[in-house]
């Protein structure tokens, strides 16, 4: 069974710009969620998308959105980029109730 | 928010036990603990988890104290690849596909 799918695996923006990331949960999980590591403020959670809908949000400004798609693949997207969104973005599937499985991320820097 | 509290670093000789401790006085009694651990720049790697019985996997066994306030994570044979960040994360089982990752304990093995 193919694992969590992050792309792409590493990305350089400008200020300003916006970006796009994508993830394909493991077959058959419905449930994705997105995180930024960055080494100040550790894993955060961002947001959990559960059949096409957003379920749980973490305190991130809005300019961090993200969808799920029919086929349970997920993208996040952050609008004007700034310095501090530099980051490991990580999304994690779920089949529901217990233990997630992550992806290898998306490394974001913003120049 | 992360409940839990970790040692910041451990370290642990090569082939011996790797007996890594966590507390979560304010653990309520539907939220399990699961271990998680994360090794450099790669997406964290779920271990263990459990409610109030001891657990035991291929990886690890997990130890939770009877009034269920701490736990610990054994690694029984640690190896160098077992270097890594590991986090004890408390949560409801049915609160949907998020995680709160404290700060970890870093734990070396040395050969």
């Known amino acids: 069974k193919a694992g969590v799918t992050q792309t792409p695996r590493y990305l350089i923006k400008t200020r300003g710009q916006q970006v796009t990331l994508s993830c394909s949960p493991i077959s058959g999980h419905r449930s994705v969620s997105w995180y930024q590591q960055t080494p100040g403020q550790g894993l955060q959670f961002l947001f959990e998308y559960f059949s096409e809908t957003q379920r749980n949000k973490g305190n991130f400004p809005g300019r961090f959105s993200g969808r799920q798609f029919s086929n349970s693949r997920s993208e996040m997207n952050v609008s004007t980029l700034e310095l501090g969104d530099s980051a490991l973005y990580l999304c994690?599937?779920?089949?529901?109730?217990?233990?997630?499985?992550f992806g290898q991320g998306t490394r974001l820097t913003v120049v | 928010d992360a409940k839990t509290t970790q040692p910041t670093s451990m370290d642990c000789a090569e082939g011996r036990a790797a007996n890594l401790p966590c507390n979560h006085s304010t653990i309520s009694g539907n939220e399990y603990v699961y271990w998680y651990r994360q090794i450099h720049s790669q997406g964290p790697q779920y271990i263990i988890h459990?409610?109030?019985n001891n657990e035991t996997n291929e990886m690890a066994s997990l130890i939770i104290t009877e009034d269920r306030k701490s736990s610990t994570l054994i690694l029984p044979h640690a190896t160098l690849r077992d270097t890594a960040v590991y986090y004890c994360?408390?949560?409801?089982?049915?609160?949907?596909?998020?995680?709160?990752f404290g700060t970890g304990t870093s734990l070396t093995v040395i050969p």
């Open positions: 994360i408390v949560r409801v089982a049915t609160e949907g596909n998020q995680f709160y």
């Open positions: 459990g409610l109030k």
């Open positions: 994690a599937s779920s089949s529901g109730r217990s233990e997630a499985f």
